[in-house]
């Protein structure tokens, strides 16, 4: 399973996400610093009812807790678009 796939397999556990995309952007990064040492650069859009309420700080401690040792290991810069989902009405 690469890199991708471990991402949006994590957030899918944990946030139940109605729209998720992973985009791995670490081909952009290439001779970077954070890049040598193995790690990538990805972007992501998470739109998740687990979001509502929370102020985007809340969201984004909530995307790096599902991530966890991802963080440490896989990732070495992550651009998160975290929205809770539009209110019908």
Do not use: C, W
């Amino acid at each position: 399973m690469n890199r991708v796939e471990r991402i949006r397999e994590a957030l899918q556990a944990a946030l139940d996400p109605q729209l998720l995309e992973v985009e791995d952007d670490s081909h952009r990064h290439a001779g970077h610093e954070g890049a040598r040492d193995g790690r990538g650069h990805f972007n992501v859009h998470v739109v998740s009812a687990a979001f509502e309420g929370k102020l985007p700080l809340a969201r984004h401690r909530a995307v790096y807790a599902a991530l966890g040792s991802m963080m440490e290991t896989d990732i070495h810069a992550l651009s998160i678009r975290a929205e809770a989902p539009p209110k019908k009405g």
